[in-house]
Nanobody, 132 residues
Framework: QLQLEESGGGWAQPGQSLMLSCTSS?????????????VGWFRQTPGKGREGISC????????YYADSVKYRFTISRGSVKNEVTLQMDNLKPEDTGIYFC????????????????????WGNGILVTVSS
């Protein structure tokens, strides 16, 4: 069982930046680690529910971004093993929400971000608030 943990959330003013980190420890019973999965960031807001905003295939580096965050957010492998980061620049008030990290088996980050159903693993979420 992979345990996913988000960190780096908090409060920022519009136009500022935050970086979220998703880390995991351990392996599944089959020996897989975070790097063997697709990893995605999902955002939950009261008005829109939970939606996929950015996902990455760590094997080939392919990524997906929702239109709402494209050119402002960057998903990438972290500086430590089994870490995925989400660099969030030029934050807007509508970026406010609870951000969840998820891991799922498969090759296509666009497909992963297109649904919240059937994810193999979820983190507990972390709050990001953007306001002046």
């Amino acid at each position: 069982q992979l345990q996913l943990e988000e960190s780096g959330g908090g409060w920022a003013q519009p136009g500022q930046s935050l970086m979220l980190s998703c880390t995991s420890s351990g392996r599944t019973k089959d020996g897989f680690m975070l790097g063997d999965y697709l990893v995605g960031w999902f955002r939950q807001t009261p008005g829109k529910g939970r939606e996929g905003i950015s996902c990455i295939n760590l094997d080939d580096g392919s990524t997906y971004y929702a239109d709402s965050v494209k050119y402002r957010f960057t998903i990438s492998r972290g500086s430590v093993k089994n870490e995925v980061t989400l660099q969030m620049d030029n934050l807007k008030p509508e970026d406010t929400g609870i951000y969840f990290c998820a891991a799922d088996w498969g090759p296509d980050p666009r497909k992963m971000c297109g649904t919240t159903a059937g994810m193999d693993f979820w983190g507990n979420g972390i709050l990001v608030t953007v306001s002046s």
